[in-house]
């Protein structure tokens, strides 16, 4: 089997939390060894569908290319970019958008949600969004997208764009699998463990963030809420525990089970801590060299600048061929 074409996109929010890290960063890590090549873009036009400020865009967007960094992303052996870097992005989105269909968009739950919640405009931004996310896979010809559960809905509007495209103008475009971790694609919020851990729309609480101090980690798994009972095992019944069971699973590398089985008989007041010092140890290097390479702006825009360059060398290629077999050009 050839080795797989990975491509990933992250939002440039800064406040990077455990789930982004358990359901994605590592998975990004892991994958640039297998990808030929592996690609990580910082998806900055994503960030301008809802409110924001451009000039905090910026900075965030340093922010969180130092964390992909400081959690293993080596430029040396994957490409890492600014999405807004490569225009074929944009370009892409529109002729992606002839064979996208209204009621698939209409559809995405994402969308619901997302424009519930904005008080003064649900942009059309918003609502195009999966096609942006389309074409930044199918731009690069990706076999394999490691992302969360949540962008399940997401990854399949695109194979549905890519079928649509190569039955419309012939074959020309990859049809990507989704990569969703079997331990962790779903990393709820730890003090409402009902609804999935995010910046935007969890508890301040229940979000551990990836540049926590250990202070704020203990603190944050010391008051998770827990269910009644006293047994540490998981189940359907036990949504907070669950999810305490699998983020200490996956901060150790064991299977679930294996914590089941090391805790047998023991409470929730000795569970507890000891997650939380398991994700001390998974993030506290990660925090460590956040705090070496962040200053550094001009080394981040570098290896950003470098990323974006092979990136539109692959876009490029991809976008000429969809253009010719859309009509577009000279005959
Ligand atoms: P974003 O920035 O919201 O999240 C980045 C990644 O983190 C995963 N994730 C989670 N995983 C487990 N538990 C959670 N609670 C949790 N919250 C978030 C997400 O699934 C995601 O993989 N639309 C994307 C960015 C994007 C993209 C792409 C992804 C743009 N273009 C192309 C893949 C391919 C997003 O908003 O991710």
């Known amino acids: 089997m050839s080795a797989p074409i990975v491509f990933s996109g992250i939002q440039p929010t800064g406040r990077k939390h455990l789930g982004n890290f358990i359901g994605a960063i590592r998975q990004y ?26 000039v905090e865009l ?11 960094l400081a959690a293993g992303l080596d430029p040396e052996r994957c490409i890492l970019f600014r999405q807004s870097d490569v225009r ?35 942009s059309a931004a918003l609502f195009f969004y999966p096609v942006l996310m ?19 809905q997401h990854v399949e509007l695109m194979r549905e764009i890519a079928r649509r495209f190569n ?13 969703i971790p079997e331990v962790g694609a779903r990393i709820m919020d730890l003090q409402e463990p009902e609804r999935k851990m995010s910046t935007t729309g969890g508890t301040e609480a229940g979000t551990v963030l990836v540049l926590d101090e250990p202070g704020a980690i203990r603190k944050k798994f010391g008051s998770a809420v827990t269910d009644s009972g006293r047994e540490v095992r998981r189940g359907d019944d036990k949504p907070g525990i669950t999810n305490l ?3 200490h699973a996956v901060a150790r590398g064991i299977d679930p089970a294996e914590v089941e089985r090391e805790f047998e008989g023991a409470g929730y007041g000795d569970f507890k801590p000891a997650v939380a010092e398991s994700v001390i140890e998974l993030l506290g290097p990660v925090r460590e060299r956040y705090a070496e390479l962040r200053p550094d702006q001009a080394a981040l825009e570098a290896i950003l600048a470098g990323g974006a360059e ?3 060398a692959i876009a490029a290629g991809t976008l000429a061929e969809v253009r010719g077999r859309m009509g577009f050009g000279p005959a």
């Not at 074409?135 to 399940?152: K, N």
């Open 167 to 179: 039955e419309r103008f012939g074959e020309t475009l990859i049809v990507p699998e989704y990569r």
């Open 88 to 122: 074929e992005h944009t370009e892409l989105t529109w002729l992606l958008s002839a064979v996208t269909s209204h009621g698939d968009l209409n559809r995405m739950t994402q969308f619901k949600d997302k424009s519930a919640k904005q008080r003064e405009l649900v």
């Open 134 to 152: 389309a074409s930044d896979v199918l731009a690069y010809r990706a076999t394999e997208v490691p992302v969360g559960d949540d962008q399940r």
């Open 245 to 247: 069971i699998d983020i």
């Open 310 to 312: 092979k990136a539109r």
């Open 58 to 68: 910026r900075e965030r967007l340093y922010d969180t290319t130092a964390i992909l």
């Open 29 to 54: 890590v892991e994958g640039q060894d297998r990808g030929e090549p592996a690609i990580f873009c910082i998806v900055d036009l994503h960030a301008i569908s809802v409110a924001y400020d451009p």
